[in-house]
């Protein structure tokens, strides 16, 4: 098979896709499934931080600078070699699983999101079955199939497909499908199998479709960036309430921690508040300052527990209610001082684009609560983007929140 090359198709959307991947330590390629690689990057077996940096910087070479899998294979071997990594099967075959599926995935996701922008003037997708020396037979079947982008048929299916698969979509027009005498197909409602997966931890049961592969049941581009929505569909889906629900992705095999898998306290301590609570506004107006004053200006990072910095700015964080303005001042603490923070993949139910959320919760004692008050802070991307208030009567509300992985604690 001959190298793999990606010299003449770099572009902004693959780019923006692979960088934006948090990563993720792994034992096996199944502690990391599906939906969650959309916003991950993993190498199986790769546990250390440093050497998964050195590896992700070395696949988006392919995106940034057109490297090649030769180019790739150069600093696979080196990366090896820095860290005395010992890893499953050949160099040869493991760098070429390793740069294939990473820049496949990213021009594929990259595709999606021009696509979708475009969906006015080019609703349909057209699948096209690449060069293989051993074709899948389901995937010559859906060669030239038309089915509309929006439809649900390609939540499975749009590629890649499997190990090595090289088929692709492009977008076409109405008039292209007139010209051409193509059928546009509105598939049935999937019925899915389940397949079993060996990991490590035992046998995994996963949902695909036949003729796709369960390691790739989900589609990349939809999980990045979702599907757009037309204004009509907005208001159906603020009406029904998808448009404000978020569901738990599935991790992988073994990878999923909870609070109890980890023995952590089921109750947490009572922290006694260090800033003073402000007073209690009835509009955006109002808010503002107290905002100002918590920030010490328009914008500024603040160092969480874990490390990261966070943007705080004051125009982001109008979107509080007023009536929460209170609990303002404890910001700061809340990211500085937690007792844990979570981190979990989550998909919106609406557009189908995945998240990758970090969770900061503390208890706090708040006014005449006698056993605290829970506040959980919620970043995404490095921003405040929520909080929620919990009662610490509410213990089964607030374990519900610590799943995922914990990223920092407290002894």
């Known amino acids: 098979m001959p190298d793999v090359e990606y010299r003449s198709l770099p572009f902004r959307e693959a780019i923006d896709f692979y960088q934006a991947k948090v990563r993720v330590p792994t034992r096996h390629y199944t502690d990391l499934m599906n939906q969650a690689h959309s916003k991950a990057f993993m190498v199986a077996g790769a546990m250390r931080d440093d050497m998964l940096c050195d590896f992700q910087e070395a696949v988006g070479k392919a995106l940034t600078e057109g490297a090649t899998l030769a180019d790739f294979r150069r600093d696979f071997d080196a990366i090896v070699a820095r860290y005395g990594w ?16 990473n820049v496949r995935t990213a021009y594929s996701a990259g595709h999606w999101q021009q696509m979708q922008a475009a969906k006015r003037m080019r609703p349909y997708g057209r699948y096209l079955h690449g060069p293989s020396l051993h074709p899948r037979e389901q995937h010559l079947a859906w060669d030239g199939k038309v089915v509309p982008l929006d439809d649900p048929w390609w939540d499975y299916r749009w590629p890649p497909n499997g190990w090595g698969c090289k088929c692709s979509v492009v ?3 109405q008039r292209e499908v007139e010209r051409n005498g193509w059928e546009v197909t509105r598939p049935e409602p999937d019925e899915t199998i389940r397949v079993t997966v060996n990991t490590p931890d035992g046998p995994l049961e996963v949902e695909t479709v036949a003729g796709v592969d369960p390691s790739f049941a989900y589609n990349p581009g939809k999980s990045a960036t979702g599907i757009r929505l037309s204004p009509r569909m907005v208001e159906e889906a603020k009406a029904d309430g998808t448009w404000k629900h978020w569901r738990p992705v599935p991790w992988g095999a073994g990878s999923m ?69 209170t609990f303002v001042p404890l910001i700061p603490e809340l ?52 909080w929620t208030f919990v009662p610490a009567s509410s213990q089964s509300v607030l374990n519900n929140q610590r799943r995922g992985k914990l990223v920092w604690s407290r002894k």
């Open 86 to 101: 010992a890893y499953n099967g050949t160099p040869g075959w493991r760098s070429r699983v390793i740069y294939d599926t």
């Open 335 to 386: 990211l500085s001082d937690p007792f844990e923070v979570w981190m979990d993949f989550e998909e919106h139910e609406a557009t189908g684009r995945v998240e990758l959320k970090k969770r900061y919760i503390k208890l706090v004692q708040a006014g005449p609560r006698e056993q605290g008050l829970y506040i959980i802070v919620q970043v995404v991307k490095g921003q405040f983007t929520g």
């Open 171 to 173: 977008s076409v027009s």
């Open 257 to 325: 921690e909870t609070w109890q898998s980890l023995g952590r306290p089921e109750k947490l301590p009572v922290d006694t508040m260090r800033a003073k609570l402000a007073e209690k506004v009835d509009s955006p107006e109002a808010l503002r300052p107290i905002l100002e004053r918590m920030i010490g200006g328009q914008e500024d990072f603040f160092l969480t527990a874990d490390g990261a910095p966070v943007l705080l700015s004051v125009d982001a964080l109008m979107h509080i209610q007023p009536r929460r303005s």
